[in-house]
């Protein structure tokens, strides 16, 4: 009879994901350039619904001029051009932000999760390897048995 001997063999990437834990989209300001703090420093003030109020305050500045002007055509461009534009782009910016970290948190989640599932199939393998070895205890009884069955129908 064959007997039980499977290799259990882990997966390189098993190990490997111990050591680079998934990555985080807060940067450590020590690595930034000065470029990068600008940059960041002023998206996160424009990307905020105060930015948003602030800049809706701003195109009320000119809406009158618009609307003395009588041109549809005057008063579509404040609408597209300024209004619009000046008040969607930080209301954007702050859904994205949200957006972005809901979806960290999943990435994160699913990360948490497969590594679950990875100590899960490992206990599996365990688990196989000592069935492995009660089947195969069972498999050698087996065979003595057969064996002691065999002489003693040749007496």
Excluded: C
Excluded at 27 to 49: A, F, Q, Y
Excluded at 75 to 91: G, K, S
Excluded at 107 to 115: P, Q
Aim: no cysteine; net charge neutral.
């Amino acid at each position: 009879m064959a007997k039980a001997n499977y290799e259990y063999n882990q997966h390189p990437h098993a190990e490997e994901r111990k050591s680079n834990p998934p990555h985080q989209t807060h940067p450590r300001k020590s690595k930034l350039t000065l470029n990068d703090r600008i940059g960041l420093g002023i998206t996160k003030r424009v990307g905020s619904m105060w930015a948003a109020y602030i800049f809706a305050a701003l195109t009320l500045v000119s809406l009158p001029a618009a609307i003395m002007s009588g041109s549809p055509i005057i008063i579509v461009a404040w609408v597209a051009q300024t209004f619009l534009q000046l008040v969607l782009l930080p209301v954007i910016i702050v859904g994205q932000n949200l957006q972005a970290a809901e979806s960290e948190k999943r990435a994160i989640a699913t990360y948490d999760d497969a590594g679950a599932i990875l100590e899960e199939a490992k206990e599996i393998q365990n688990h196989l390897s000592v069935q492995d070895e009660a089947l195969n205890h069972l498999i050698d009884r087996l065979e003595s048995l057969e064996e002691k069955l065999l002489k003693a129908s040749q007496k």
